[in-house]
């Protein structure tokens, strides 16, 4: 992959993940829930973060973020997080996971890539925890919705009591 192809496929992401803060940050003011707007709270910073490590990736990288991103991506992400969270919590947060499952199969598909184009590794270790916290993310969502009927908050210890099998023997 050449310099050109690379930072356009890093300043797809850093649109993506811009769009998502707000996205993130509209559906947390627009649910009623305290844990689950705090939850969209948390799930908005984390892809802040991946948004201003994508930054430093583009200009570490000769490029420089692109503008369209800076400028569009708040404004869709604000628009389609007021129209998600105007619909149950459980729809909003089932189409939260397919837009995630869209960003890691991004990820991985640009891992790949540069994995074979023997690219730096500390470009891919940034690329690899984005991957995991949107995978997160989208394990999140799932739990989430698995625990409305019963408003079991906070998760964990609800998780804790299921009968989880044995691990292998190593």
């Known amino acids: 992959m050449d310099q050109e192809e ?8 850093y649109s993506l993940e811009l ?11 627009a649910v009623d829930d305290p844990y689950v707007a705090t939850g969209l709270e948390r799930v908005a910073s984390m892809e802040k973060g991946h948004a201003d490590k994508i930054s430093d990736l583009v200009i570490g990288s000769g490029g420089q973020p692109t503008r369209v991103g800076d400028v569009l991506s708040p404004i869709l992400g604000a628009a389609l997080g007021k129209f998600l969270g ?6 909003m947060l089932k189409t939260n996971i ?6 890691v199969t991004d990820y991985q598909k640009l891992i790949r890539e540069l994995e074979s184009d023997g690219y730096d590794p500390a470009l891919l270790k940034s690329l690899q925890q ?8 989208s394990s999140w969502f799932a739990q989430v919705i698995n ?3 019963d ?5 964990s210890p609800v998780l804790a ?8 023997l190593k």
């Open 151 to 155: 408003r079991s908050w906070p998760l």
């Open 147 to 149: 625990g409305l009927p």
């Open 6 to 13: 690379l930072l356009s496929r890093l300043n797809w992401f």
């Open 130 to 137: 984005n991957l995991v916290d949107e995978d997160l993310h």
């Open 19 to 29: 769009t998502q803060v707000d996205n993130y940050l509209a559906q947390s003011r």
């Open 86 to 91: 105007a619909t149950d919590v459980a729809t």
């Open 98 to 103: 397919k837009i995630e499952a869209k960003a």
């Open 161 to 168: 009591q299921g009968d989880w099998p044995e691990p292998p």
